[in-house]
């Protein structure tokens, strides 16, 4: 889903794109099963070590921006920079409306259903079909393991976070209201900058606008 921004990013930096452990990927989970939140944390910061990263950044979207803050509140001296795209469950809860939408897909998922609640989501934009497709079929047809959810951090923690942070907002989220999310994080991480993408959706991310995310995304890690 980064096709659209890994040229723009690795011009001045190497990017590492990484599967979540236990998603549709290349990835396959060996050795300790990840069933809590510190063994998420834990593995993604095996995978920090065995890739010989001091401090690298982390710019992730939706589900993993939660897991990278939830990393950056533990590992503060393990990140460089936090980018967090339309982070969900982070700042504020989820609409209603988008978890009801959502329902179906949890109980019973299958690639009609993925489809119809993506095109709902994003307004019935145009998408990459050879991605639309991979995320429908791995949504019906992949073997996943249970999903490990961190918890939204506390007013404490959020204001404990040392990292430079950025969040980018989809303005048209259905996940949630973006200029709530946004008036959130400038009350619990007064030095946290914000950034919203009038046109995007939650969905549409990290895909389009592409170009604008790639100006965003360069003003935060340039070259380094």
């Known amino acids: 889903m980064w096709f ?3 040229s723009a990013l690795s011009a001045h930096n190497r990017v590492y794109a990484v599967d979540l452990i236990g998603d549709v990927g290349r990835s396959i989970a060996r050795g300790k099963p990840v069933k809590t939140i510190d063994d ?3 593995w993604l910061g095996t995978v920090v070590g065995g890739l010989g990263l001091d401090s690298p950044s982390l710019i992730s979207h939706s589900y993993g921006a939660m897991i990278a803050l939830a990393y950056a509140i533990r590992n503060p001296d393990a990140v460089n920079r936090l980018v967090l795209i339309d982070p969900n469950s982070c ?3 989820m609409k209603p409306q988008y978890l ?3 329902l179906p897909i949890l109980l019973r998922p299958n690639e009609k259903r993925e489809r119809a609640f993506i095109e709902w989501e994003t307004d019935g934009a145009s998408l990459d079909e050879d991605w639309f497709s991979l995320l429908a079929r791995g949504a019906a047809s992949f073997p996943k393991s249970k999903t490990i959810v961190p918890k939204r951090p506390g007013k404490k923690a ?3 976070l040392s990292v430079a942070t950025t ?3 989809a303005g048209r989220s259905k996940v949630h209201d ?3 999310v946004e008036g959130s994080i400038r009350v619990s991480i007064p030095h946290a900058r914000t950034v919203i993408l009038d046109s995007a959706t939650h969905h549409t991310l990290p895909m389009q606008p592409a170009a604008e995310l790639n100006a965003a995304l360069s003003s935060v ?3 380094q």
């Open 100 to 102: 009801l939408h959502a």
């Open 178 to 180: 973006s200029r709530r």
């Open 158 to 160: 959020l204001a404990s």
């Open 167 to 169: 969040v980018i907002l």
């Open 4 to 6: 659209g921004n890994v």
């Open 91 to 93: 700042f504020t809860g």
């Open 221 to 223: 890690v340039g070259s």
């Open 40 to 42: 998420l944390l834990d």
